[in-house]
């Protein structure tokens, strides 16, 4: 069996009056992430980390931020579009581990829900999505509200 690791990493600014979308849920937060899409940065850094495994590049390459198909696009979308892209080429999905910076609101009593609405879009369980949330004990960008970071690894395999 060949197995590959690979990492995510995204940023999107956070602003007020925006919808925050993280995780495939929307957050009730007063403000949201700014970006092309509906930007929702966990899900990003998961397909840049499955695409990373399978050597495929990364997200903006497969979905350009000035294609108008994709504005306001829900990211759901774009993961379940890169788990076809693994699947056209055997790989399977092991596992993700994903860790959300944030300084609010708290997404921890959001994290179970997350994991359901993501598992499926990749074909794998519940159990195999770990998400884990952090502050950024009020330093820089993050730590002042003014953005998000979501971080992100995956196991994929082939028989
Ligand atoms: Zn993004």
Known sequence: ?????????DVHAL????????????????K??????????????????????ANLRDI???FQNTDER???????YFLKE???????KDWKIENVDCTIALEKPKVNPHIQEMKNVLAPLMNITVDDVSIKATTNEKLGYVGRGDGINAYAVALISKV
């Open 32 to 53: 949201g992430a700014v970006g092309h899409s509906d930007a929702d940065v966990l899900i990003h850094a998961i397909c840049d980390a499955l695409l990373g495994a």
């Open 15 to 30: 602003q007020a009056g925006r919808d925050f979308w993280l995780g495939g849920i929307k957050l009730d937060a007063g």
């Open 60 to 62: 903006g390459f497969h």
């Open 70 to 76: 994709w504005k306001g696009k829900d990211s759901k």
């Open 82 to 88: 890169v788990t076809k892209m693994l699947s056209d």
């Open 1 to 9: 069996m060949k197995i590959r690791v690979g990492f995510g990493f």
